[in-house]
């Protein structure tokens, strides 16, 4: 799908620590791929610039934030899975 | 990478079912990747994960059952699906090896789940084209 | 004797807002007065449209549009929190008043509990 | 207030073993109330703080058993111990009654917990002078 | 030991999106007892200024905070005990 | 094959920490070279003179310190988490090295890991 070297996994909310601690060590070019709470970035209008976004379309449906997916990419599980492989690296948060 | 090229994946879960939604977001990948024709090599059960393996969950009967669910999907492809030793007992996962070593008054490990220590999850790590870890989220 | 449940965990990543919507559900069983307040990612429970067959969940939408039925007072939601989420009130499901996440409000409930 | 007053307690623990601080703090307020010549009312789990009714737990030798220790406490002071059934039956906490009601393996609650509802909470809420929470922290 | 209106036990580290909530919702002349991580704001240096502040002395014990514990009052378990009858009402964060 | 496992959270309230030393410990018995990385609210576990005897719990201090026994490559804190909890040098355990949470550092790992 796209030259990613870290995917970063991030299913936390943007309020976790965590979610400030992953948007701190990502390098430019890497990519994002948003599950479970961390789909909630997309409500806060708050994506990182430097990198490619996906994001989980069945968690983004389930906390009904389909009308604003558009700023990131939307991905079911198989491109997830895709892209796991296609990335160099995969970090979970 | 070829389309066809069949990669090997092990899977920790380290959230615990109706608690987060580790298990659930491990399984539809777990899922998609058997159906792209990947191999699971392994799920681990780690921390709160280990949750997953217990015989003795009874949710509402509108609600999906986690336990029930993963268990299927791992007799049905042949999975090994281990929960973290030291995790189980401290947390009161036990089969019978373990429930007659400490003595305990029954055992409550779901079929297929097994019981071992931390280097099953090394060895996955090794052989394991990638391994993702799926934890509670908030 | 009335009660503040708060809930500020998102939906579906976790359980604690469910029993937090439990809690408030008995104490109205049991006639003891029980309001809701949302805050922080807490709001996100109270988007309209929301779809949760795909992650194999009940959409908590429908949980909560029992509240009124179950006889919980008044569904509240921190102002600022759903500004950071993107929430205007027109997103919102019906009956949620806006308020502010303040010790005015917290001094108006004589309990004020979390589920987890 | 007088010194003598006896008041009554009701707490309310969310955060399991081995996994939050939860129960440990509880024991130790417990303990104090109690010495103190107060009365606990009940003690009330929900959610993950239902894994500390389990009869399962074999943590290590070299570390305290929260659960044997909470029993001990409770039976010694006559206190009842109640875990939320809802709660309990989502993760894996069965008495004999409900492991026949659901046809599961084995039952795992410990003596002297009990199961019931969350009518239990609002009725220790109503009777106790205080009714305080144990939650997970981090 | 104190006249408190509400007493807010928070036993959750300054990074915790719900220590902040706890800060913005307390009255001043309101109590904080820190418990378990929520000892951990000690180390921060950031207590609210108008508030009694209390902590748990076997929480600040284990996690080594003693010799600043000065900053906020030191209790065991008996006073806490006490402190959550004294005051007019309890949050448990 | 060099891990990193990040340990974000901070002793004895929750169990993780632990449990990320447990997964250090194995890779290493298992001659698979790990480091240790300690951030956010996690770098309180490097303070000297815990004592968790009083909580029932064994003081972590003494799981760490084996570490380098046990054939841990590096243990590591990020400076600014330090900063913010008053971390000095001299009040850490010894052998800690001070970094910065960056990309950079991710990148000198071919994995890393959180326990949860």
Chains 1, 5 share one sequence.
Not at chain 2, 78 to 91: P, T
């Amino acid at each position: 799908m796209t030259d990613i070297q870290t995917l970063h996994i991030l299913n936390k909310s943007p309020e976790h620590p965590r979610a400030n601690r992953c948007m701190e060590m990502m390098a430019a070019g890497d990519g994002l791929l948003l599950t479970g709470s961390g789909v909630l970035l997309l409500a806060t209008g708050q994506l990182p610039d430097a990198s490619k976004v996906f994001a989980l379309a069945p968690d983004v449906d389930a906390r009904g934030l389909g009308h604003i997916a558009g700023n990131a990419i939307s991905v079911d599980f198989t491109e997830m899975v895709t892209l796991t492989l296609e990335a160099q690296k995969v970090i979970s948060w | 990478m070829s389309e066809t090229a069949s990669e090997t994946f092990t899977l920790v879960i380290t959230g615990a079912p109706y608690s987060s939604q580790a298990p659930e977001t491990a399984l539809g990948f777990a899922q998609a990747a058997v159906n792209a024709g990947h191999r699971i090599d392994r799920v681990f059960l780690y921390g709160d994960g280990v949750h997953l393996a217990s015989a003795l969950c009874a949710p509402p009967s509108d609600e999906t059952h986690w336990p029930e669910e993963w268990s299927r999907f791992l007799a049905d492809h042949s999975i090994s699906g281990v929960a973290c030793i030291a995790s189980a007992l401290r947390r009161g996962l036990v089969d019978e090896t373990e429930q007659k070593r400490y003595e305990l008054p029954a055992a409550n490990l779901r079929h297929p789940f097994e019981i071992a220590g931390l280097g099953e999850w090394v060895e996955g790590r090794i052989k394991s084209t990638r391994t993702l870890y799926f934890h509670a989220g908030d | 004797m009335s009660t503040l449940i708060m809930i500020d965990q998102p939906p579906y990543g976790a359980w604690t807002g469910r029993e937090a919507l439990d809690m408030a559900f008995s104490l109205a069983a049991f006639d003891q007065p029980a309001s809701l307040l949302f805050t922080g990612a807490g709001v996100n429970w109270l988007r309209q449209s929301q779809d949760a067959g795909g992650i194999g969940q009940k959409t908590v939408e429908k949980n909560l549009s029992a509240a009124p039925i179950f006889g919980i007072e008044a569904i509240l939601a921190d102002r600022a929190s759903c500004k950071s989420y993107g929430l205007e009130e027109s997103s919102l499901i019906d009956g949620v008043t806006l308020v502010n996440n303040d010790a005015a409000l917290l001094s108006e409930y004589d309990h004020t509990a979390f589920a987890g």
